[in-house]
């Protein structure tokens, strides 16, 4: 397999992993490390992936607030009041935990539908996604 095809398979794995599509993207990078590829390209690389994924559910959530009173709408009111005010009480600084499995998806898709702004949700996603690479990074080079 040629690099570029290995970088976008990162790439990809990273982007829909932050999306609220169920996939993880620290097996790929794990693999890709043992195997020797350069970890400041791996970490940048599925960094960007993952922020452009979160920035993907920040615009979902802005645009399907609209569609919430329609019979499909994926979360029923009552768990949408308590996510919403989840969110309010503890503010943006919970993006913070965008990181985290099961919780980071939906903190993202929450900070759009609640209008959080572009330039307040892009460095505080950013910091948590790359953060966790840095980390599983360090982690994987320190037991190999």
Same mark, same amino acid.
């Given at each position: ?39 400041? $390209? +791996?970490? !940048?690389?599925?960094? @960007? ?9 920040? #615009? *979902? ?33 919970? $993006? +913070?935990? !965008?990181?985290?499995? @099961? ?9 759009? #539908? *609640? ?30």
């Amino acid at each position: 397999m040629t690099d570029t095809l290995v970088y976008w398979g990162l790439f990809l794995s990273a982007f829909t992993a932050a999306t609220i599509l169920p996939m993880q993207s620290e097996a790929v990078l794990v693999g890709l490390l043992i195997n020797d590829y350069p970890p400041w $390209l +791996l970490v !940048s690389i599925a960094s @960007v992936g993952n922020v452009l994924g979160s920035l993907v559910n920040w #615009v *979902l959530g802005r645009w399907i607030d609209r569609f919430r009173d329609r019979s499909w709408f994926p979360v029923d009111e009552k768990t949408l009041v308590r996510a919403q005010s989840w969110y309010r009480r503890y503010g943006k600084w919970t $993006l +913070l935990l !965008s990181w985290m499995p @099961v919780i980071g998806d939906p903190l993202t898709v929450m900070a759009g #539908v *609640l209008r959080e702004r572009l330039h307040v949700f892009l460095p505080l996603v950013a910091a948590a996604k790359i953060g966790r690479y840095l980390v599983l990074t360090a982690l994987t080079l320190n037991a190999v």
